[in-house]
């Protein structure tokens, strides 16, 4: 599970998706996979999580990496190559943005 914190040693990348409600499922289901199979077994890898809107036209994932690098060298796997060319199929648009954790709230 992902630990949100701003002392974290950790680089944060959330992904944006956007798709048709039509379609929202299969690609809710090709990034489960994806993580499921492969992403989490990749080096550095430390936690993810996907979210998706009511509507079901947009999935956002959360996913936490020891280094940044760590996260590129996934992504330059033939095998994530090609899931991203499936996973482009199935929606409109994706981007991971890479992030610093600013600040953390909570009810305390």
Not at 31 to 52: C, M, N, R, W
Request: with cysteine; glycine share 2%; proline share 6%.
């Amino acid at each position: 599970m992902p630990k949100i914190a701003k002392a974290a040693p950790v680089q944060t990348v959330i992904t944006t998706f956007e798709m048709t409600p039509g379609t929202c499922q299969d690609l809710l289901e090709a990034l489960t996979e994806a993580y499921a199979d492969f992403i989490s077994k990749q080096p550095g890898f430390v936690a993810a999580g996907l979210h998706v809107n009511d509507a079901q036209t947009r999935i956002a994932n959360y996913s936490q990496w020891q280094r940044r690098e760590d996260f590129l060298a996934m992504l330059r796997t033939p095998e994530m190559r090609e899931r991203n060319r499936r996973i482009n199929e199935m929606c409109k648009s994706f981007e991971p943005v890479m992030y610093e954790v600013a600040e953390t709230f909570d009810s305390d």
